[in-house]
């Protein structure tokens, strides 16, 4: 029953920052693109595959099945099934880990995971009064009662509603979150910038090296991240005004992730499905887990994976010591620093109900091709970005390296997963 | 049932009463009527609950929150205040604190019966405070018990009042912050019926001292007992002060702790730095 599910590789179209190249693409657009740039990549043109399973944080309500759209309107048999799954700024990485599940349970043998997102074409809807009057409207049976609903609309409630980045529950949005987290962990402006260059740097010098020619297919005229400076460097970060946490504030639009544009996909089967398809088999997924903490109670919105990584390395009798290569998303700069700080405070873990710290890992092995900051951040589709990056660098250190996934979410939740070179 | 009941045929409505209650009562010594004024067999609307919790932040769930049932009780507040015995005039009082006790939960498909009688009128050093005790029972089970205390500026009781300043303030980082657009006032005098116009005219808000119109002390409340929701058990106690009036529009903070099954929270300036209401919740067993 039990099978080793694999990451065979991964596509995604460049990332672009919100109302660029990609302004006039929908989520269906973007999410077919990085389909049809994998099925070409591994011949899969007309081949049923087990399930496709991908998502979206910005979606409209017509795109209640946008998967399977996308799955009709690329060169996939049109017989292969599809299902759209969210977890917030997670959902890439969640879709793997459903689609690993099934493949390791022998329910499918082979599958796509993927995420979108479009902050350009964000669905725009009516505000709640004005839904509810419209609802009673149409459920009246006579023209007078439709008429007595009509009659309680006001000009207040015809001012269309744009979806809202703020928690729901505390009315922050992920920013100002941050900011306060940024602030109780005393992480530094300086800290931030450094990290932010970091992964332009790192972006950049893994573009030019080629390493993305195997794992993005151009689109609409874009061939790398748009996001990405090369030439940034901490003396300009420095300059930017803080956006998060007041004027004494120390997040900016530079060690910010950007409101992005953009889809990725991952191509993962059985291990004994690649072998008699003849794909490339770069790592398999070990395990994930996914954790929350209770932000409407104060804890840090941004922390949820560091539960997760600790219940899941303590599962598998790993540490960090164990990992060749360490992958935390970067939605701020301050995140991934108040990440390494968490997982190496022993009061922080224990007050999780972990056994402790985690540890300290080597700077060098962190986000070595850069990470959000620099490539941009299209919410769902981070995750399916990350994997095929990480499953990579991870066959090119050899059988055994061992990687690890660190992702926050929306609503204090985290993801979490280890990918193991085969 | 005590012999100074008065059983009303249905829920008074608010508009009568209030504007009776709008005319200053000539006699400043604060006296109240002695009887219960109670409701039968109340029926409680399904939509009109939908909309409250709307209002206010609450799910909408099969179990209603503490804070409604302060809502229907709260006409009787008027009614027992409003009756010629009473020389205190509830639309000039302040609502200063408030206790309730939820004893076991409560549908909104049951059917209560509403019991509320002012008493303990007592000192106070900007004039009377008394208390309105409500509980509410399904069948013959007490399913909910108030205390509200409104303090009536300018009136006078027996005895000596008691130093009244509040518990000292220490200044937190809200890890929340509401924006309360004028228009919450509105929405829930439509939810809770309370027709007092400080919360929605100007005049009468500048009449009562207060730069603009200010939201209902039992929405702030309602607002940050719904932020609690989840870890609410099935029984609680919960009281506020309400320390400061929120002005309209405007953006409040807010932050929780939770220690030894004792849930404190407070709703303050956006900054932290001031209190508009503290609240304590505690579980019942």
Known sequence: MSHNAVVIGGNRIPFAKSNGPYADASNHDMLTAALDGLVARYGLSGARMGEVAAGAVLKHPSDFNLTREAVLSSALAANTPACDLQQACGTGLETTVYIANKIALGQIDSGISGGVDSTSDAPITVSDPLRRILLKASAARSAADRMKAFAQVRPRHLAPKAPSVTEPRTGLSMGEHQALTTEAWGITREEQDTIAEASHHKLAQAWEDGFFDDLVTPYLGVARDAILRPDTSVEKLAKLKPVFGGPQGTMTAGNSTALSDGAATVLLASEEWAKEHNQPILARIVDAEVAAVDHPGGADLLLGPVAAAGRMLARQGLTLDDFALVEIHEAFASTVATTLKAWNDEDYCRGLGLDGALGTIDPSILNVTGSSLAAGHPFAATGARIVPTLAKLLQERGPGSRGLISMCAAGGQGVVAILEAV | ?285
């Open chain 2, 1 to 285: 049932m005590p012999a100074d009941t008065i059983v009303l045929e249905s829920m008074p409505s608010m508009g009568g009463a209030a504007a009776r209650s709008l005319v200053p009562s000539r006699d400043k010594r604060a006296r109240v009527p002695s009887s219960t004024f109670e409701v039968r067999d109340l029926v409680q609307e399904t939509a009109r609950l939908a909309d409250y919790a709307r209002v206010c932040g609450f799910t909408l769930r099969d179990t209603v929150p503490a804070t409604w049932l302060h809502v229907l009780a709260f006409p009787l507040h008027i009614q027992a205040l409003g009756s010629q015995d009473s020389t205190i005039r509830l639309m000039g009082a302040v609502h200063v604190a408030n206790r309730m006790t939820m004893l076991r939960p409560v549908s909104v498909s049951e059917r209560l019966t509403i019991g509320v009688r002012a008493d303990n009128v007592r000192p106070h050093r900007r004039g009377a405070l008394v208390d309105l005790v409500a509980d509410i029972r399904s069948g013959d089970e007490t399913v909910w018990d108030g205390v509200s205390t409104y303090l009536a500026s300018g009136m006078t009781a027996p005895g000596d009042a008691p130093d009244g300043s509040h518990e000292p303030f220490e200044a937190v980082t809200p890890h929340a912050r509401w924006r309360v657009p004028a228009r919450t006032a509105k929405d829930y005098r439509r939810v809770s019926g309370d027709p007092n116009p400080i919360h929605t005219n100007r005049l009468a808000a500048k009449a009562f001292g207060f730069p603009r119109p200010i939201v209902h002390g039992m929405w702030t409340h309602a607002r940050a007992l719904a932020a609690l929701e989840g870890s609410l058990g099935s029984s609680y106690s919960v009281g506020v002060d309400f320390v400061k009036p929120v002005l309209l529009p405007g953006t409040i903070g807010f932050s929780s702790s939770h220690e030894d099954g004792v849930t404190t929270a407070d709703v303050t300036t956006k900054d932290g730095t001031k209190p508009h209401l503290r609240m304590r919740v505690e579980a019942v067993s």
